[in-house]
């Protein structure tokens, strides 16, 4: 565990401070981190948010956002690997192995929306739930198995937004379906493939550049990412801000 100090934490996540003198319960979210390789390089998909929003303008993130309880229900083609499961369940606030599967359907569903990508199989795919009929339209089935569970932050107390955030990757070969001008959504400004290093050096938030710095560490260990490799997990613990491997 490594301790870090209260401006760390601040430079970690920005955020305004909340009115009420209660914290906020963070709410369940879920990041992918879309990789490719190029060469002796490994490429991030990154987008720019939008000027005009609240919530860090102007800044390349991945695509990602909020688990909505639908994502519990949508049949998948194939299952997240066991040992992530186990990963996704375990630490502080265990949950479900079907919560654990709603977090990592929104990051493929957030995707979709923020990017224009579909990560899954070419099946048929039938669902009513509003938010999954681009995969209905373009004939793809979801499928757990090419994600790998990467890093976990929970954003500090007092704070307005707070997420229990979930980071996964996976690779561009798992896409089955890219629209060409992007996802519905049009949260995102632009697209932009960089090397690792380089996406260090965007301008972005200081907790996924940390996730950057966490993914390059792990690609030293394990160039092909394979299932059940240590999870990093950043939260507040007595006004310090901590590193704990799940």
Known sequence: MEGMTKAEVDRMERGTIAHSGQPMRPRDAATLILLERQGDDVLVLMGRRHAGHAFMPGKFVFPGGRTDPADSRIAVATVLHPEEETKLTASIGRISPSRARAIALSAIRETYEEAGLLIGCKAAFATDKRDW????????????????????????????????????????????????????????????????????????????????????????????????????????????????IL
């Open 133 to 244: 009929q681009g995969f209905v339209e373009h004939g793809v089935q979801p499928s757990l198995a090419p994600l790998r569970f990467v890093a976990r932050a929970i954003t500090p107390p007092n704070r307005v937004r707070r997420f229990d955030t979930r980071f996964f990757s996976a690779w561009r070969s798992d896409v089955a379906v890219e629209l060409p001008g992007g996802g519905p959504t049009n949260e995102l400004e632009e697209l932009v493939w960089l090397p690792l290093a380089k996406a260090r050096e965007a301008d972005i938030p200081d907790i996924t550049r940390t996730i950057l710095q966490e993914l390059e560490k792990r690609f030293a260990d394990d160039p092909l990412l394979r299932p059940g490799g240590s999870v990093p997990f950043y939260r507040l613990v007595r006004n310090r801000f901590v590193r704990e």
